[in-house]
């Protein structure tokens, strides 16, 4: 029997994840995207990738864990198809085309604070506050110490006013199941903005439909969300 559910019940999980790049030149990337997947039950979903991966590496496949831009199409339409078995987890990108940012934020640590205070805008108001006690966040590996500073000094207000103990943690995502549903998500978004490849965006509809915005969209306002009509 599957585990399921989560060893400390009282925890918010968020575990962040972030596709294209940080060159602003005409040879960087368009677009940037960030992704959250949030859980209270964490070990569902992450028990639902991890089987995914025993059947990969008992049919032959030397795996060690899922990074959408790396994965073979067969490996990708099987995540795709796990993702239909998870209903534990809500997921939100955010995304914007990089030129639109203003000067003072076309620099790595500039736009991470600037995504990251976003996404965490919406993490902390999926669930009712009184469904959990303390939250964790984890945070992709990808800043040094210096831009990790940064990336508090955005984030760190929101999850205080929450008034609720916090831990932030910077680690690979590859590292962790969920952060490899995360990466997905990420990298779906980005292929369908960057190189307008539907079909990975258009798969997730079906299963964990994702919310997302446009960060530098005056339409969408101060960081609204367009929502689905998943229930709670």
């Given amino acids: 029997m599957a585990p399921v559910g989560n060893p400390v019940p009282d925890t918010l999980f968020v575990f962040i994840d972030e596709s294209g790049n940080f060159d602003f030149s005409p040879n960087g990337t368009r677009y940037f995207v960030m992704a959250a997947v949030v859980a209270l039950t964490p070990l569902d979903s992450a028990a639902e990738m991890q089987a995914l991966r025993y059947r990969l590496l008992a049919g032959g496949l030397d795996l060690t864990g899922f990074h959408a831009s790396e994965d073979r199409q067969t490996t990708r339409d099987a995540v795709f198809e796990a993702f239909t078995r998870i209903s534990t987890v809500r997921s939100h990108v955010i995304y914007g085309r990089k030129q639109q940012a203003g000067p003072h934020q076309q620099n790595e640590a500039a736009l991470h604070s ?17 469904e959990y006690r303390q939250v964790v966040v984890i945070f992709d590996q990808a800043l040094t110490r210096r831009k990790q500073g940064a990336f508090n000094a955005a984030v760190k207000p ?10 932030l943690y910077f680690q690979p995502m590859h590292a962790d199941a969920n952060g490899q549903i995360g990466d997905y998500i990420a990298w779906s978004k980005f292929v369908q903005l960057e190189r307008d490849e539907q079909r990975p965006w258009t798969t997730l509809q079906t299963s964990l439909r994702p919310t997302e915005s446009d960060l530098f969209s005056s339409e969408s306002g101060e960081n609204v969300a367009t929502r689905s009509d998943r229930p709670d």
């Fill in 114 to 130: 600037l995504f990251g205070h976003a996404l965490i805008q919406f993490a902390v108001s999926v669930y009712a506050a009184t």
């Fill in 158 to 167: 929101q999850l205080k006013a929450l008034e609720k103990p916090f831990h």
